[in-house]
Every structure is written in C-alpha cells, then in structure tokens.
C-alpha cells in the first residue's frame, strides 16, 4: 500500500476549473494504476477518471469532454484537471490507486484499489 495526499479542492462557480492534485508516497509510483472518485452527500462513491501505468486514461460519461486524469511520475503525482464544473459535480474527491503488472490495466471498481486519499471537497455553486 502507499500513503495518498490530495490537495486542490476548494469552492468554484458553475463553468470554472479546479485542478486537483495526489501525491503518492512509498513503493514506486509507476507500478499504480491511479484513479480518482467521488462522494455527493448522501450518494454512493462512484467512479470519475483512471489512468493506467502507461498513460491511458478512462473516465465516466458525465465528465467525458470537461475532467482530465493525468500523471507525473517523476513526481509521484496524479491530477484531475476540471473545466466547465458544474453543481452536480459537487463531492468530496478521492484518489486511489491500484497496484498493477499490467501495464496497461485501466481499473474501475472501488474494490480494485488498495490505498485511499483522505478526500478534498469540491463545492461548484450557481
């Protein structure tokens, strides 16, 4: 398992970005999948964006076109860029991460990640 850090939440207007950051520490970063969720009050987690050990990306539908994954892995580092937030993007953000032989594995389910972030609230008003 690794220790996760996310930082970058805050309070936006409908149509402004944020750019969330998860900092990894301890086993090497390159050998994780990272993904990122989120948790609406009084809703389940659900999935928002992966990235594979190889760069590939995957993310759910409502978030396609405004939300991109990414990461730096001499940086130990994996970002969620978020353009054109609107209300319902309202959550507290995860990260996770996966650890994986496969390069190019593009996990999905809660159940495939071993190591959480402790969360950052995102608030998008009107």
């Known amino acids: 398992q690794v220790e996760l850090v996310e930082s970058g939440g805050g309070l936006v207007q409908a149509g402004g970005s944020l750019r969330l950051s998860c900092v990894s520490s301890?086993?090497?970063?390159?050998?994780?999948?990272m993904a990122w969720f989120r948790q609406a009050p009084g809703k389940e987690r659900e999935f928002v964006a992966t990235i594979s050990r190889a760069g590939t990306t995957y993310s759910t539908d409502s978030v396609k076109g405004r939300f991109t994954i990414s990461r730096d892995n001499a940086k130990y580092t994996v970002y969620l860029d978020m353009n054109n937030l609107k209300p319902e993007d309202t959550a507290v953000y995860y990260c996770?991460?996966?650890?994986?032989?496969?390069?190019?594995?593009?996990?999905?389910?809660?159940?495939?990640?071993?190591?959480w972030g402790q969360g950052t609230q995102v608030t998008v008003s009107t």
């Open positions: 996770a991460a996966a650890e994986s032989t496969t390069y190019y594995r593009l996990p999905t389910q809660s159940s495939d990640f071993g190591s």
């Open positions: 301890g086993r090497p970063f390159n050998t994780y999948a």
